[in-house]
């Protein structure tokens, strides 16, 4: 059936998110050739911006590629057969970690506390210390699945004094929860560009510390494609060493831009409020929050969905109004709904959706004071004077 032309569309979701219009637009301008001068000058422009957004002096690594190849990337160039590593899991891509290291044959340590439980620094202490010889700890930022976003700041610590590398699934994260790079001492911090970075999938970075990219270069062989030393080499130069996504290059400089012109304290600021009028709106409708969610859930909700509903009707019912939002993952599905709000989102976006899910939750025959979680998500926004500056 073809969709009502009428209904407006609200992307929800956690990745791929809402593009800006100035973003699409520059996309759409002609196509430049991979080796001309035009597009030296935006390459270099956009590998010039990145450092920022992770908080890093690294150079950026860049990979025509989804975030799960540079997930790949840092396996690759990190782990041999039999190389000892220990995998963080509380959800759906800390196992992506897991899968990766095995198919690498690494020697590996499972640490899989549960899906929406918070990554505890104290059993990474412990597991080090009884599995002496780990050369590599791999961590997540933000749980997609889950909407957990784990203290790496405390993680890298522990890491650290280990003496082992620390490499961080940052793809829903970097640009939507606090990552300090460098300050945190974090090796390596992989992202992508469709989520938080407000531009369409299909480029993939590594932020890698010479201290990793050391390590890297002393396990030759098991990759090609995403291997550190061409790329950095090739980008130091000047040039990508295989044709890059250039619409993606050029979409992405203006994402950067308009995260420069707004400030990366801000940008964090404004996820930090989005996410807190979230889960005011969801608490205010009497729902529950799934897992550990706190002040560090700033990527996305996950939202704990009545018993008295078929959880797994309720993403199709948003979608009769317009809206995109994630179901549950795996043992999660029908069992919670997230609501993102990364990368290009506003208030408003967050009233739709919490308006959404009352008329849905009320269509599916779960009692609804309706404008309760609406006016819940409006008073946080009034507090901090947003909808008066809007």
């Known amino acids: 059936m073809t969709p009502n032309p009428f209904i407006k569309q609200y992307l929800m ?5 809402p593009v800006p219009p100035a973003v699409s637009q520059a996309m759409a301008t002609p196509m430049l050739y991979h080796r001309a001068p035009a597009f030296d000058a935006l390459y270099e422009r956009v590998l010039g911006r990145l ?15 989804s975030g799960s190849g540079a997930m790949e990337s840092a396996v ?8 000892r590593a220990l995998a963080l899991a509380a959800g759906k891509f800390g196992e992506r970690w897991i899968a990766l290291c095995e198919s690498y044959g690494a020697d ?8 929406g439980v918070r990554i505890d620094p104290a059993d990474v202490d412990r597991l080090l210390g009884e599995n ?10 933000s749980e997609t699945s889950t909407g957990i976003v784990h203290d790496i700041q405390a993680i890298a610590d522990v890491v650290r004094r280990h003496g082992a590398l620390l490499a961080v699934d940052a793809v829903s994260g970097i640009g939507a929860a606090r990552l300090l790079q460098d300050e945190w001492d974090v090796d390596v911090v992989v992202a992508g560009s469709q989520k938080a970075l407000m531009t369409p999938p299909g480029l993939a970075f590594a932020s890698v510390s010479e201290r990793a990219l050391a390590a ?8 090609f494609y995403f291997d550190w030393a061409r790329t950095a080499k090739s980008q130091s130069n000047g040039a990508s060493p295989f044709t890059p996504a250039v619409s993606l290059f050029l979409g992405l400089d203006v994402a950067l831009a308009m995260i420069e012109q707004e400030g990366l304290e801000n940008v964090w600021a404004r996820h930090d409020l989005l996410a807190r009028a979230t889960r005011a709106g969801v608490l205010a409708l009497g729902l529950e929050l799934y897992g550990d969610p706190d002040e560090r859930s700033t990527v996305v909700t996950a939202i704990e969905l009545p018993g008295d509903v078929d959880g797994g009707k309720v993403p199709g019912t948003l979608r009769r109004l ?18 993102a709000h990364c990368g290009y989102f506003g208030a408003f976006d967050i009233l739709t959706s919490l308006s959404g899910l009352e008329i849905a939750l009320d269509e599916l025959g779960h009692a609804v004071e309706h404008g309760a979680g609406v006016g819940a998500a409006q008073r946080v ?9 809007a």
Not at 132 to 141: D, I, K, N, Q, S
Not at 322 to 339: C, E, F, P, S
């Open 108 to 115: 590996l340590v499972r640490h899989e506390p549960g899906w």
């Open 216 to 223: 890297a270069e002393s396990r030759p062989g098991g990759r």
């Open 381 to 389: 926004f009034a507090e901090a004077g947003v909808l008066a500056a």
């Open 51 to 65: 450092p920022a957004v992770f908080a890093t002096a690294n150079p950026v690594l860049a990979f025509t590629a």
């Open 76 to 83: 690759a160039n990190l782990v041999r057969p039999g190389t």
């Open 13 to 17: 979701t956690a990745g791929p998110t």
């Open 132 to 141: 002496p010889g780990v050369e590599v700890v791999f961590a997540t930022l």
């Open 322 to 339: 317009g809206i995109t939002a994630n179901g549950g993952q795996d043992a999660l599905k029908g069992r919670i709904l997230r609501i």
